[in-house]
């Protein structure tokens, strides 16, 4: 029997497996409606399920994206 901890909600099927793991190409639109490719650096996810992705944009090496992805 699973121990449940009060006022979390679980997540078994998307916490078990990371959909980006590090050093995943992936690519986004941006507000301007142009389209940006990022390698994943790290992700990580919270209470609620949302999604954060670290990444490093192709575009300019030097600057770093996070983006948040709401699993529905």
């Not at 986004?28 to 142009?34: A, K, L």
């Not at 919270?46 to 575009?59: A, C, S, V």
């Amino acid at each position: 029997m699973q121990k449940r901890i009060p006022n979390q909600t679980f997540y078994p099927t998307t916490t078990a497996m990371n959909n980006f793991p590090p050093g995943t190409r992936v690519f986004f639109w941006t507000s301007e409606g142009e389209v940006q490719y990022a390698t994943v650096r790290s992700s990580d996810r919270l209470p609620d399920g949302t999604q954060i992705l670290n990444l490093q944009l192709e575009d300019w090496p030097s600057k770093k994206q996070s983006l948040y992805r709401r699993l529905v």
